[in-house]
């Protein structure tokens, strides 16, 4: 009898166990945005910030402006890809002023359009995706972009630039 | 105080040896052996079935067998096949396929007179191949620029993975209880840890038929059925019994006596 309870316990501790499961959280990664580096086009080695930039998605509302931390001490900003497209296009705008909720400056258009792989992670994440074949083109008039680089053309982790932008 | 509770469970001991006692010599006063039907025993799974009413993402069954061995053990094993929907917040896959498990049980139950019922420890080695079928996904993203209200949804079909396979053993524990004349009702809880297991692939891979829910960094699982059994009687045997330990402290017993007049009611042997 005290075999049967010994193993009973045995039992219902491994199976409480097996209950805790940290699957439940993504901790494994997130789909990676593309980083963006500007540099010179006098001197293609050296970093140069563009003059009150600000990015706004195609027909968004919402701008992204703000630098990230880069290794080099460089000018980069962290742009997201659309996933659910197979391209995303943004307008580039240098020397942006917002009057009356109206954005100005000197403005270029880049459509980045890729491949998309779905990557699996864990069972809490699921699938991110992973950009590979990048393509940009840019569609308006050429203003203050001199040349586009495309450094790494899949975009499959956030630490390294895949584009530069020489100005 | 100690010697209060040593003396009580020697009074505990000792009356389990009465029992035991009893029970020997109700045995030997038989002077014909009892006989016991030997047979295969088809068990039926229930509780796939009503996992199914009950689901509409699911859909199983699972037929087994055993065939008694001698008074103890028994050779046992189970073929099924399980189809299920596993939805997950992001995305929802189809896992598809059919199981063996085979093994052997252990009856720990020493039956009274005519019962037949059975507290089974069991092992199984089993093994399953399987499919699977991504439905829909969206991508994972913590940033919401160009989709605010949900994740991405994506555009892109993978093909389902076919020919996948796991093995694994599993620890079984059961019980058996006879309803009518060779109709038992049984149930078992099992746990399973993964020997082989395909999961390198691009695939969502957390739910294998026969084995249950598969935990990320962990070999184990655990799964429960309810059964309902035939037995087709084939033979009959004498009954075996096991061989009773002797096991009655006297010389502690009668130390404790000695030293405290107080214990001296408890003790049921003198």
Redesign the interface.
């Given at each position: 009898m005290r075999?049967?309870a010994s193993?009973?316990i045995l039992?219902f501790g491994?199976?409480s166990?097996?209950s805790c499961?940290?699957?439940d959280i993504?901790i494994a990664g997130?789909?990676p945005?593309l980083r963006i580096g500007f540099y010179d086009s006098n001197d293609t080695a050296s970093a140069k910030e563009p003059t009150d930039l600000v990015i706004i998605?195609k027909d968004?509302t919402?701008t992204?402006s703000k630098m990230v931390p880069s290794d080099n001490s460089g000018y980069e900003l962290l742009i997201?890809?659309?996933?659910?497209?197979d391209s995303?296009s943004y307008y580039l705008f240098k020397n942006a002023s917002i009057v009356d909720g109206v954005l100005s400056g000197e403005v270029e258009l880049l459509t980045i359009s890729y491949d998309?792989k779905?990557?699996?992670?864990?069972?809490?994440?699921?699938?991110?995706?992973n950009f590979e074949q990048l393509q940009i083109d840019r569609e308006l008039d050429q203003n203050w972009i001199q040349n586009i680089r495309i450094e790494n053309s899949s975009v499959t982790n956030e630490n390294e630039v895949h584009v530069k932008i020489y100005h | 105080m100690l010697r209060s509770i040593t003396s009580l469970l020697f009074l505990l001991a000792s009356t389990f040896v009465i029992a035991q006692e009893t029970t020997d010599n109700s045995a030997l006063k038989d002077s014909t052996a009892q006989m016991e039907s030997y047979g295969i025993k088809i068990n039926l799974d229930l509780s796939k079935k009503l996992l199914e009413l009950k689901n509409k993402d699911y859909s199983g069954s699972e037929l087994g067998a055993d065939f008694r061995l001698n008074q103890w053990w028994y050779l046992a094993a189970e073929l099924g096949k399980e189809t299920k929907t596993i939805v997950e917040d992001t995305y929802n896959y189809t896992s598809s396929g059919s199981y063996f498990k085979v093994g052997g049980d252990y009856n720990n139950y020493e039956n009274w007179y005519g019962m037949y019922s059975m507290i089974t420890f069991g092992m199984r080695f089993a093994h399953a191949s399987y499919a699977q079928t991504l439905n829909d996904f969206n991508f994972y993203n913590t940033d919401r620029y160009w989709n605010s209200e949900s994740f991405d949804p994506s555009r892109l079909n993978l093909n389902p993975i076919e020919g996948l396979s796991a093995s694994w053993l599993e620890l079984v524990l059961g019980i058996k209880t006879e309803l009518f004349a060779n109709i038992y009702l049984g149930g078992s809880v099992r746990i399973g840890m993964l020997l082989a297991h395909d999961n390198s692939l691009n695939y969502p891979n957390n739910w294998i038929p026969g084995f249950n829910n598969v935990t990320e960094d962990s070999k184990f699982g655990a799964s429960y059925n309810y059964t309902l059994s035939y037995l087709i009687p084939l033979f009959e045997k004498p009954r075996k019994y096991k061989k009773e330990k002797e096991f009655f402290p006297t010389d502690g017993v009668e130390e404790v006596d000695l030293n405290n007049n107080n214990n001296r009611g408890f003790n049921t042997r003198n």
């Amino acid at each position: 009898m005290r075999k049967i309870a010994s193993l009973l316990i045995l039992f219902f501790g491994l199976l409480s166990m097996n209950s805790c499961e940290k699957d439940d959280i993504c901790i494994a990664g997130d789909t990676p945005k593309l980083r963006i580096g500007f540099y010179d086009s006098n001197d293609t080695a050296s970093a140069k910030e563009p003059t009150d930039l600000v990015i706004i998605g195609k027909d968004k509302t919402t701008t992204l402006s703000k630098m990230v931390p880069s290794d080099n001490s460089g000018y980069e900003l962290l742009i997201p890809l659309n996933p659910s497209e197979d391209s995303s296009s943004y307008y580039l705008f240098k020397n942006a002023s917002i009057v009356d909720g109206v954005l100005s400056g000197e403005v270029e258009l880049l459509t980045i359009s890729y491949d998309l792989k779905a990557v699996y992670l864990s069972k809490a994440c699921g699938y991110i995706a992973n950009f590979e074949q990048l393509q940009i083109d840019r569609e308006l008039d050429q203003n203050w972009i001199q040349n586009i680089r495309i450094e790494n053309s899949s975009v499959t982790n956030e630490n390294e630039v895949h584009v530069k932008i020489y100005h | 105080m100690l010697r209060s509770i040593t003396s009580l469970l020697f009074l505990l001991a000792s009356t389990f040896v009465i029992a035991q006692e009893t029970t020997d010599n109700s045995a030997l006063k038989d002077s014909t052996a009892q006989m016991e039907s030997y047979g295969i025993k088809i068990n039926l799974d229930l509780s796939k079935k009503l996992l199914e009413l009950k689901n509409k993402d699911y859909s199983g069954s699972e037929l087994g067998a055993d065939f008694r061995l001698n008074q103890w053990w028994y050779l046992a094993a189970e073929l099924g096949k399980e189809t299920k929907t596993i939805v997950e917040d992001t995305y929802n896959y189809t896992s598809s396929g059919s199981y063996f498990k085979v093994g052997g049980d252990y009856n720990n139950y020493e039956n009274w007179y005519g019962m037949y019922s059975m507290i089974t420890f069991g092992m199984r080695f089993a093994h399953a191949s399987y499919a699977q079928t991504l439905n829909d996904f969206n991508f994972y993203n913590t940033d919401r620029y160009w989709n605010s209200e949900s994740f991405d949804p994506s555009r892109l079909n993978l093909n389902p993975i076919e020919g996948l396979s796991a093995s694994w053993l599993e620890l079984v524990l059961g019980i058996k209880t006879e309803l009518f004349a060779n109709i038992y009702l049984g149930g078992s809880v099992r746990i399973g840890m993964l020997l082989a297991h395909d999961n390198s692939l691009n695939y969502p891979n957390n739910w294998i038929p026969g084995f249950n829910n598969v935990t990320e960094d962990s070999k184990f699982g655990a799964s429960y059925n309810y059964t309902l059994s035939y037995l087709i009687p084939l033979f009959e045997k004498p009954r075996k019994y096991k061989k009773e330990k002797e096991f009655f402290p006297t010389d502690g017993v009668e130390e404790v006596d000695l030293n405290n007049n107080n214990n001296r009611g408890f003790n049921t042997r003198n």
